[in-house]
């Protein structure tokens, strides 16, 4: 018999309960298993590309998401999917509605297959972790995982977290809507693929050492448009519970008509003239017989015509997942959990045509972005901006605030005193700048634009600790600074601010809502039957 030294019967005795307590790189989902590969870097063991759903192509394009089918051995989780076919926003100068603009641009190779997601779960502990889901944004036509990095999100919980990064489908393969999709398809097909993927998160989490009733989901833009849809979908009353708190940076809210509103069916008929199913008795199964890069070509020709800025292929109002607009929603106070929301102070510049400042007025400004302005909208929208700079200024105010800030503060509201707000100042404050300080290894060779180690520390953490402990101040790292965050409501209005000093300080104070914003607030959701927001 061979014996051992005390010491190295302890290492040993140490290695395998680390071993032990490592969850396996293979995991068997049912319909396939997976196996992942533990990143050197960061300790963490990473699926990339796992099927959540089955390819929504032919007969299933505009149906909602399918469980997947059954795929034989064992498939290898180490490369990021394909991603969904992807379109931009508005470049034009006017408003297509009611009158519509045709232009081209190739159309990007990517792929219909896209309904793929990433996990990271640290591989040093079989706990039940809090999990966090990231829905990434592009106005509901562009984005993808890749450029996402699920270890970033688990290094700022200090390990305590499972993280999972969805696809969805975008634009027009997402967000066709009209009369014909649905009677014979599926409305808001994007959304219904998050929901999808949320189901997935409930049966499959555990099995990456995640709790499913301890999941955030968080977005940005579009992605935190999206945290609001699930937030307010069947009436607030999901059932089951697909997560317990929501995260929303830069709440993207742009109009969401009806479905059978004249504008998205206006959108379906275009759709249908550029395919050449105009003469079809069945338009709908006509472009689903459609070749997927002639597809994809429309719905680039078709999202460019639109006013510069604006997004057109974007949830509805569907009478079933999404009973009413979300100002109605949110206002009779159909949510559930708790909410931490981050604004960017100028979210509104890059979605206005800066060429055009010489020359915009802020009324005809106004009855592009929104067509179904009336006289008396337009004059009291233009009244509500008098004060707000040059007419350049104006317009990128009203985009940003119209959009982005004042839908963030109807969330908030809607949530009485559950709910924490922030704001993102780094200079120049644009929308999207605070991606990057979620994500700082996203994007390798590029640096945060403050790249000071003390901020993206105590910024990216706060978000972790709010999924951690639904409590921004409750903090796994002792290191951190962010003083006491209290609660947002309509008495204290109190909110967290993250900038920089002129000699690039740090600064994290707690300020007080502006209270000329929450007035120009007032106006926004007091049209919103004309903005269909």
Not at 284 to 296: H, I, M, P, T, Y
Not at 437 to 458: E, V
Request: glycine fraction near 8%; hydrophobic fraction near 40%; charged fraction near 15%.
């Amino acid at each position: 018999m061979q014996f051992f030294p005390a010491s190295v019967l302890l290492l040993f005795s140490f290695a395998t309960a680390i071993q032990a307590a490592r969850p396996t790189t293979v995991v068997d989902l049912g319909y396939a298993k997976y196996e992942g590969s533990l990143n050197n870097q960061t300790g963490n063991i990473e699926f990339l590309g796992i099927r959540y759903a089955a390819s929504p192509t032919g007969s299933l394009r505009w149906r909602g998401p399918q469980t997947p089918h059954k795929i034989h051995g064992t498939q290898k989780a180490d490369t990021f999917p394909t991603s969904c076919y992807q379109a931009g926003d508005g470049a034009s100068p006017n408003s297509p509605f009611p009158l519509n603009r045709r232009q081209n641009q190739p159309a990007p190779t990517f792929s219909e297959d896209c309904l793929f997601l990433d996990v990271t779960t640290p591989a040093s502990t079989t706990e039940d972790l809090p999990v966090i889901v990231w829905i990434h944004g592009g106005g509901y036509q562009a984005g993808s995982v890749s450029g996402f990095d699920g270890d970033d999100l688990v290094r700022e919980a200090g390990g305590g977290v499972v993280a999972v990064l969805i696809q969805y489908r975008l634009g027009v393969l997402g967000f066709l809507s009209g009369q014909q999709v649905r009677d014979g398809g599926a409305l808001n097909a994007g959304l219904l693929d998050q929901q999808f993927a949320l189901q997935w998160v409930q049966r499959h989490i555990s099995k990456f050492g995640g709790d499913p009733k301890k999941v955030t989901i968080w977005g940005e833009s579009a992605g935190a448009g999206s945290v609001l849809q699930h937030v307010i979908a069947n009436d607030g009353n999901t059932r089951p519970p697909l997560f317990r708190a929501a995260i929303s940076s830069s709440t993207f809210l742009p109009s969401q008509y009806a479905f059978n509103d004249p504008i998205p069916e206006q959108l379906f008929g275009e759709v249908v003239s550029q395919t050449g199913c105009s003469s079809s008795r069945h338009p709908l199964e006509c472009l689903r017989q459609v070749d997927a890069e002639l597809l994809q070509q429309v719905n680039v020709n078709v999202s460019l015509s639109a006013f510069f800025g604006t997004w057109v292929f974007v949830p509805v109002v569907d009478g079933h997942f999404i009973t009413k607009r979300p100002t109605q929603l949110l206002r009779e106070g159909k949510v559930n959990g708790a909410l931490l929301a981050v604004t960017n102070p100028l979210e509104g510049r890059i979605f206005v045509d800066l060429s055009t400042a010489p020359t915009v007025e802020t009324p005809t400004y106004l009855a592009n972005l929104f067509p179904k302005f009336r006289n008396v909208d337009i004059a009291t929208g233009t009244a509500q901006y008098k004060d707000q700079g040059t007419p350049i200024d104006q317009a990128i105010a009203i985009m940003g605030e119209s959009i982005f800030i004042c839908p963030t503060y109807f969330f908030l509201r809607a949530f009485k005193n559950k709910s924490f707000k922030g704001q993102f100042a780094i200079p120049p404050g644009d929308h999207g700048m605070d991606v990057i300080f979620y994500f700082p290894n996203g994007t390798p060779g590029q640096d945060p634009p403050f790249n000071n180690t003390l901020f993206i520390n105590n910024f990216g953490q706060s978000f972790l600790n709010f999924a951690l402990s639904l409590d921004p101040n409750v903090k796994w790292d002792p290191a951190n600074t962010v003083p006491h965050w209290a609660k947002w409501n309509d008495r204290s209005r109190t909110e967290m601010l993250f900038n920089k000093t002129s000699e690039d300080e740090p600064v994290f104070k707690p300020i007080s809502t502006d209270a000329k914003l929450l007035e120009r607030c007032e106006f926004w959701e007091s049209v919103a039957a004309f903005t269909a927001q």
